[in-house]
């Protein structure tokens, strides 16, 4: 990965000398963890969103299924092009493409689920022969859009299936609790984990869905942290640090987070405490990736994501002192 973190190097040193920061303003011990990015924004042009990530230099890209529908029968052309654009991918999220299953909660759907999350990881993620999880969202919240804890079960016994089998392959299992999908609170996020094997099923930890949700990531990212296997950085409003309810709506183009979803450098972020978080991933020494999860709703008027990213990445070596070096 010399390439990419040269030029990470490159980039975020003009960064910090535009702000009157440089390096050594931000000097730290090397990062045992990596971070990347998602490529959700760019729908199926996942070639040009790894241009992006080579450009402003972050060396990890983590796509959904839809966004890579172009490649699910040839992953090798894809890894091939990521690799000679100084990437890799960090996972790959289900969601989206021809004939998948989301569906966690009906126990009459859930055996197709559990067959393609278990093809797709076969077929398309493992012969990247590196990626060691699979992110995963939940799906839909059933009719009437409350989750009972019988739903909970039934998922948790979904993935506990699916997560038997991947592990043989070499891929930890890591679903994302995500606001308006079928685990959002606390409580589901909870019996979710208490009813899976920890043998088999890990946790995508989202700050920003944790945070919308009702939740403290700092609480919940330590309190699972022996089955944390990736972090998504992404803020929320600034008045929600601490709040203990579900602040997105139950219905609406918002319920999903979009408008709640904040920058790393949002004026009005601060939602999430991500000097504590960071603080915590390097006193123990964790050595997954760290992922700017940010969609097109972040995008502000007039911008483009890689200058939301590039603000993102300010962020991170201002106030994070991340030494771009040790990217």
């Known amino acids: 990965m010399t390439f ?22 931000a000097a730290a011990k090397p990062l045992s963890f990596r971070y990347g990015y998602s490529a959700i924004s760019w729908g199926t042009d996942i070639e040009e969103a790894i241009k992006v990530g ?7 890209i983590e796509p959904f299924r839809q966004n890579v529908v172009n490649y699910l029968d040839k992953p090798l052309v894809l ?28 126990p009459a759907k859930v055996k197709k689920t559990v067959a393609d999350h278990i093809k797709f990881v076969r077929d398309f993620i493992v012969p990247f022969g590196y990626v060691d999880h ?27 299936q699916i997560g038997a089998e991947i592990i043989k ?19 589901e996020t909870r019996l979710l984990m208490k009813s899976t094997d920890p043998k088999y099923v890990w946790l995508t930890a989202d700050t920003s869905h ?13 309190d699972y942290w022996p089955r944390i296997a990736e972090i998504h950085y992404k803020d929320a409003p600034r008045h929600l640090r601490g709040s203990k309810v579900v602040a997105v709506p139950r219905t609406g183009d918002d ?12 004026a009005d972020g601060g939602g999430v405490d991500f000097p504590t978080i960071q603080k915590f991933l390097i006193a123990q020494n964790y050595k997954g990736w760290v992922v700017l999860d940010l969609d097109a709703s ?23 002192h991340v030494d771009p070096k040790t990217v």
């Open 169 to 187: 392959m070499g891929v930890k299992l890591a679903p994302h609790p995500h606001v308006n999908s079928l685990v959002q609170t606390e409580h």
């Open 255 to 266: 319920a999903g987070g979009h408008g709640w979803f904040r920058n790393l450098n949002d």
């Open 210 to 222: 944790l945070t919308l949700g009702g939740m403290d990531p700092v609480v919940i990212i330590k």
């Open 4 to 25: 990419t973190r040269r030029h990470f190097i490159q980039t975020s040193a003009a960064i910090a000398g535009a702000s009157g920061l440089g390096l050594s303003a």
């Open 134 to 160: 699979f992110k995963m969202n939940m799906g839909s919240r059933p009719p009437g859009y409350d989750t009972t804890d019988d739903n909970i079960k039934v998922c948790a016994d979904a993935l506990n």
């Open 79 to 106: 890894k091939k092009l990521m690799a000679d654009h100084g990437l890799q991918m960090v996972t790959c999220s289900n969601g989206g493409g021809p004939d998948f299953s989301g569906n966690f909660f009906d």
């Open 298 to 320: 972040m995008i502000p008027k007039g911008s483009n994501m890689e200058e939301v990213l590039r603000g993102n990445i300010k962020y991170m070596v201002d106030v994070l």
């Open 54 to 60: 080579q450009r402003v230099g972050l060396p990890g």
